[in-house]
Structures are given as C-alpha cells and as structure tokens.
C-alpha cells in the first residue's frame, strides 16, 4: 500500500523554505517543505525531529499569490513520523506532521530568530523588522515607509489588495 493511497486529503507538491521549532523553544530551525495538503505537511531537514512532539512551523517566503486555499503562514503540528530522507548527496531527515492550528498572524514570545518575506517587495528580512498591515500583510520597513505615504484611494487600495492575493 502507498501513503497516497493512505491520504484522506491531495497533497501539493510546492518546495518552499520553512522554520520549525519545538513549542516549547525559540529554537527555530530551517528546512524545506516538500508538499503541503489540508491536514499535513512533509518537510526535510538536517536534524531528526521526535515523533509525538509539538512543533511551530512557519513559511518564511510565503508564497500568496500561488497559495493553495489551504496554505497558511503558520502553522502549530505534532509529528507523526521521522525517517532518513530519500535525498540523494545529502543526508537529511524527512518528517511528516498533522496539523493543529493553522494561521496567517504571526505570534510568539521568541520571534527574534524568525526571518519573512516582505509581501510588496520579496526581500527577506528579520521577522520582527517587519510590519502588519490592516489587510494582514507583512511588509519591510522600506515599504511601509511607501505605503504610509500613499493617499488613500483606487492605488492603495489595489497594492493591498495585491499584497495579500485578491487580485481580479
């Protein structure tokens, strides 16, 4: 039997950098996911990761105008499953997890070490250099300097609604 045929939900397959750490630590690490579905993620990363535990996940280049309905910035997980990863030349841990909450918010008491995309411009930049928008968009200190000084109107309003995916 294969694990497709053991999935109630699809899973997509989008490679995309993401942070995890332990609920209990500001230990952020960095991987990559593989896919993503509605339930469940699969990620690869250089260190193995105790199956049970709880684990905070967060898309450090969020990818909004290519987001599934169902992809999130953040997400809270238990492990279900760690194994030696299929990669060949590196060796790396692949990791299943089973969400638990997700959410497009970002919030914590250690976010120092959490690095994001801007959602104007796609620079990466600390995560707590970035600013949130009414609309829930994160965006870099050089673009809210931009934005604050647009007027209000047809344009504002377009680049917001740019930033967080609802372009017609």
């Not at 939900?9 to 500001?26: E, F, I």
């Not at 790396?92 to 070490?113: A, C, E, K, M, P």
């Not at 047809?154 to 930033?163: L, Q, V």
Request: proline letters at 6%.
């Amino acid at each position: 039997m294969t694990a497709y045929s053991q999935r109630v939900h699809h899973r997509g397959y989008v490679h995309a950098p993401v942070q995890y750490a332990y609920l209990d630590t500001d230990a952020y690490v960095d991987s990559r996911m593989k896919n993503i579905g509605k339930e469940g993620m699969y990620f690869e990363t250089e260190n193995p990761v105790s199956p049970d535990s709880g684990i905070h996940i967060v898309m450090t280049n969020y990818p909004v105008v290519a987001a599934a309905p169902h992809t999130y910035r953040n997400y809270t997980a238990t492990v279900k499953w760690c194994a030696s990863a299929p990669s060949p030349g590196a060796s790396l841990f692949g990791v299943g997890v089973h969400f638990i909450s997700r959410g497009n918010i970002i919030t914590g008491d250690h976010l120092d070490r959490l690095v994001q995309s801007c959602d104007l411009c796609g620079k990466m930049r600390p995560f707590l250099e970035m600013t949130l928008t009414p609309a829930a968009a994160y965006i870099c200190g050089f673009c809210d300097k931009h934005m604050t000084a647009l007027p209000s109107g047809e344009i504002r309003d377009s680049i917001e609604n740019f930033m967080i995916g609802n372009v017609l």
